[in-house]
């Protein structure tokens, strides 16, 4: 299984980063769906407000987290291990059908789409991951 880096962040790094993320929300507010840009190791900067309707967690339970410390870990290793690869390496969207778990314990299905953003030299910089519940509770 491949290693995701852990990035340990200063208090300014991750004011940095959080800054940087904030510049691509524009409408995200607005929309029903979860959305939350990561950075490139798959920790949270930014959570629309939907994400927070959704799932039931606080904005200070979700920054500085990654999804799968929230409410993910409802597949084996080999789907994560393939998720990353998609995203990580080859640089491409995913896209799955999921269950996630709210933080009351509840299961919700979901369509989770997860696309790369690339810098100009085609880095990582960040990857956006937008949600969208199909049952209100399973």
């Not at 030299?121 to 969208?132: M, Q, R």
């Amino acid at each position: 299984m491949r290693q995701m880096r852990n990035k340990h962040y200063s208090i300014e790094d991750f004011s940095q980063a959080i800054q940087k993320a904030e510049e691509f929300k524009g409408g995200f507010d607005r929309i029903s769906d979860s959305v939350l840009i990561t950075d490139e190791d798959g920790v949270i900067l930014y959570a629309n407000d939907a994400t927070f309707e959704n799932t039931g967690f606080a904005r200070e339970d979700v920054l500085g987290r990654t999804p799968g410390e929230l409410w993910g870990n409802q597949k084996d290793d080999s789907f994560y291990e393939y998720m990353w690869e998609t995203i990580k390496i080859d640089k491409k969207p995913f896209e799955t059908v999921m269950t996630n778990k709210r933080k009351d314990g509840t299961y919700y299905g979901c369509n989770l789409k997860i696309y790369p953003i690339l810098d100009d030299n085609e880095e990582i910089t960040f990857f956006v991951g937008i949600t969208s519940n199909f049952t209100e509770t399973i």
